[in-house]
């Protein structure tokens, strides 16, 4: 997530937790066994162990080392089978910036049904961390967490509905650069659609999934800005184990690349299990912190919901006066 207020400390969320759970009233839905088998720890160990490497150097936002895990996702989705969206019939879009460049990673499952394909239902995380600072013995700010998990949780995503009959929807699988400077590559999304913006059904945009919450049941995630739309209740009565933001002081709603097409109007996101961990934003984010049991089990739980909104006809929509203002540049 990008630097914001400080975190504060852990507060009492005994109230302020409300389970989005519909019909189902149980945060411990039990996953499809297709789900299950679909996306294995050895296979997320297998992203994150390169992702969040200390070879990797931190994926500073618009470094080489960004570069190289825009690459790797890419090569990733290429073997898939996957519509490339980036230059030049590639999966990757250079972005080019007042000092430097920046990368997104664009990839797209084309829907099945020539009148729905146009819909669009979109999953995005960021490539980028803090790179190599300071004076410590561990210098390296690795990101496993942060965002490492979100971007193994989209590609685990993709690959699961790669192997699947398409669905009505087209699904779009986004990775953006440099969200730790402020958002740039999904600026450049939001200002460059490969899509219209206006197609995009719903955004959720995965970050920081990779260690439990302990303020919330167990294998639960939060959704950001959860009071605003209509999406988390329809989510949670198709499987989602999804609670209300914990933290509503935090604004993690307003803090992460959903924020910015929010502001243009597109139900935008994010889905985390961040329990303001004391290894946010440092060089302790690395592998050793990460539950890969609870990551595995999370990415596995967002399958279902997912294809559910992709084969429904179910569009969210903004609650009474929960619209952010909109940035109509």
């Not at 507060?11 to 039990?30: N, P, Q």
């Not at 084309?110 to 190599?132: F, I, T």
């Not at 197609?199 to 260690?211: C, D, F, Q």
């Not at 933290?247 to 889905?271: H, K, M, W």
């Amino acid at each position: 997530m990008t630097r914001g207020a400080r975190i504060s400390g852990r507060v009492s969320v005994a109230a302020a937790i409300v389970l989005l759970l519909a019909a189902r009233g149980d945060a411990r839905v039990d996953v499809p066994r297709a789900d299950r088998e679909a996306v294995t720890e050895a296979a997320v160990r297998g992203h994150m162990e390169m992702l969040a490497s200390d070879a990797m150097n931190g994926r500073e936002s618009g470094s080489h080392d960004e570069w190289v895990a825009a690459t790797y996702v890419a090569s990733q989705l290429r073997q898939w089978g996957l519509e490339p969206l980036g230059d030049a019939d590639g999966f990757v879009r250079t972005i080019a910036l007042e000092s430097g460049q920046t990368w997104n990673v664009l990839g797209i499952i084309r829907g099945r049904d020539p009148r729905r394909a146009e819909e669009v239902v979109m999953l995005s995380a960021h490539l980028d961390n803090l790179g190599v600072h300071g004076t410590r013995e561990d210098r390296i700010y690795n990101g496993a967490d942060d965002d490492a998990s979100g971007v193994t949780g989209v590609l685990e995503i993709a690959h699961a509905l790669a192997r699947r009959p398409r669905a009505p929807r087209s699904v779009l699988f986004a990775w953006f650069g440099s969200e730790e400077r402020g958002g740039l590559g999904v600026q450049d999304f939001r200002d460059h659609p490969p899509v219209p913006l206006t197609s995009i059904v719903a955004s959720l945009e995965l970050e920081m999934i990779g260690r439990p919450n302990p303020d919330l049941p167990p294998r639960t995630v939060w959704l950001s800005g959860d009071d605003r739309t209509t999406l988390g209740a329809a989510l949670a009565a198709h499987g989602a184990r999804l609670a209300a933001d914990p933290y509503p002081s935090e604004r993690f709603f307003e803090r992460s690349d959903n924020f910015f097409l929010a502001r243009r109007g597109v139900i935008a996101q994010t889905i985390s299990t961040f329990g303001l961990q004391p290894e946010y934003h440092s060089p302790s984010d690395d592998l050793a912190h990460i539950d890969f049991a609870h990551l595995t089990a999370t990415i596995q739980s967002l399958i279902a919901p997912v294809e559910w909104l992709s084969h429904s006809s179910f569009t969210p929509a903004w609650r009474e006066g929960k619209k952010p203002e909109v940035d109509s540049r």
